[in-house]
């Protein structure tokens, strides 16, 4: 079986999320309150470690109020 598991992008996407809260002027408590996501899972999100789930996606472009398309803008 293949690896379906991008390092890279999961890091980017990452790094996104955290671009765009940040510029939002959110903390990751703020985020995770406004997204109804576990703060411990928005910060491995915003580290690469895990492969987050679309509805975690849609949750977090919600709550940043931004297209959920924004989320992979890098």
């Known amino acids: 079986m293949t690896k379906i598991r ?3 992008f999961l890091e980017a996407f990452g790094n ?3 671009e765009l809260r940040k ?5 990751q408590y703020e985020l ?3 997204s109804n ?4 899972q928005i910060v491995r999100i915003e580290q ?5 789930g679309i509805s975690s996606v849609y949750a977090i472009a919600n709550a940043l ?6 989320l992979f803008n890098f």
């Open 6 to 8: 991008d390092d890279n």
């Open 16 to 18: 996104r999320v955290r």
């Open 23 to 27: 510029g939002k002027g959110f903390s």
């Open 32 to 34: 995770s309150y406004e």
């Open 37 to 40: 996501i576990p703060k411990s």
């Open 48 to 52: 690469g470690e895990i492969n987050t």
């Open 65 to 70: 109020k931004v297209k959920p398309a924004e």
